[in-house]
């Protein structure tokens, strides 16, 4: 005989009321790591002009970036490698286009942009890129819902890069389109990045050490090739610390894991528009290191920013994926007290 739909029912209300409590814990870890990976962000980019203004170059800064952090999470690698090699080269094809995606070729594409556009115009397009097409992406390839909350938030966010940025018409020149085109594209790799990781629930710290291992087998040989380092080795010992301790461990490594940790806690639509926060922190970072004051647009542009984060990231729209994941154990639970 079965028990009547009424006597399940309080397991099963337990059972969401416990999922959500989770949820919620879920997004704040969340949003804690994504304010994270966009400080993280922020350090680097200031730390980059600091490194340029002493004379080093943007190559050099990838370089470091990617040397470092792929001699630091090395152990990583192996470490997975040991415990579950079958299953990581099965899954080779899901890894080429996780380093395609996120290493040289998008560290590239944005410092070769900056040779055409404007500093202002990084601080919209490819954030913007990757706000946009990570909500599209994951519409389409998780079935996570594009809500009117979500676009206005997003709509928000674009709308304090463009005020922090002070982008202007004249500016839209050519030449500066095809940087702009450079921008759109990196932004839409790292977004595709995130939606990679969050369909396959690929491991945070495996991604971060796969990506970055692949940079050091490929992008540090034809640095070296290249240029010798002469200019590294040129440069004041303690900026050269200084920089392999910001681009190298803490952005190089922490960049990311903290941007594959906050698509696991929530999702790759709302882990793509925490990088938008960049620009702005990178503006308050400039004063003390770089002396310069951010602008009242500068700040009130961050704010109307974080105030469209907050609104595109706290509404629950769980993809298709989530909710299977949701609905297996409620639906085990009903049918184990049903019998």
Do not use: C
């Amino acid at each position: 005989m079965h028990d009547s739909p009424a006597h399940a029912a309080p397991g099963v209300h337990a059972h969401a009321a416990n999922l959500d409590r989770t949820s919620r814990k879920k997004l704040v870890a969340g949003i804690a790591v994504g304010f994270l990976a966009a400080g993280i962000g922020a350090l680097y980019t200031v730390f980059a002009r600091l490194g340029i203004a002493h004379g080093l170059a943007s190559s050099d800064m990838t370089f470091l970036r990617f040397g470092v952090a792929g001699v630091v999470t090395l152990p990583l690698l192996i470490h997975y490698l040991r415990r579950d090699a079958a299953r990581i080269f099965a899954q080779w094809r899901i890894w080429l286009a996780i380093v395609l995606l996120a290493g040289p070729l998008f560290g590239l594409l944005m410092f070769t942009a900056f040779q055409f556009a404007p500093v202002s115009h990084a601080a919209v397009f490819p954030f913007s890129a990757m706000s946009v097409m990570g909500t599209v992406l994951a519409a389409r390839y998780l079935g996570d819902r594009l809500t009117l909350r979500k676009v206005v938030g997003i709509g928000l966010v674009i709308g304090g890069l463009f005020l922090l940025s002070g982008l202007d018409r004249a500016s839209l020149e050519p030449r500066a389109l095809v940087g702009d085109l450079m921008f759109i594209l990196a932004g839409a790799l790292w977004a595709g990045f995130g939606i990679l990781l969050r369909r396959f629930k690929l491991a945070p710290l495996l991604a971060t050490a796969m990506v970055s291992f692949f940079a050091l087998a490929t992008y540090v040989p034809i640095y070296l090739a290249a240029t010798g380092g002469t200019r590294l080795l040129a440069a004041q010992p303690s900026l050269v610390l200084v920089e392999v301790l910001v681009q190298g461990v803490i952005a190089g490594a922490g960049t990311l894991y903290t941007y594959a940790k906050t698509v696991e806690l929530l999702g790759a639509a709302r882990a793509a528009v925490f990088p938008a926060l960049a620009p702005g922190m990178a503006a308050l970072l400039a004063w003390p290191v770089l002396g310069h004051i951010p602008g009242i647009f500068e700040t009130l542009g961050l704010f109307v920013a974080i105030v469209g984060l907050l609104i595109s990231v706290t509404q629950r729209s769980p993809s298709r994926i989530d909710a299977h994941n949701v609905l297996q154990p409620v639906a085990g639970s009903v049918a184990s007290e049903a019998r």
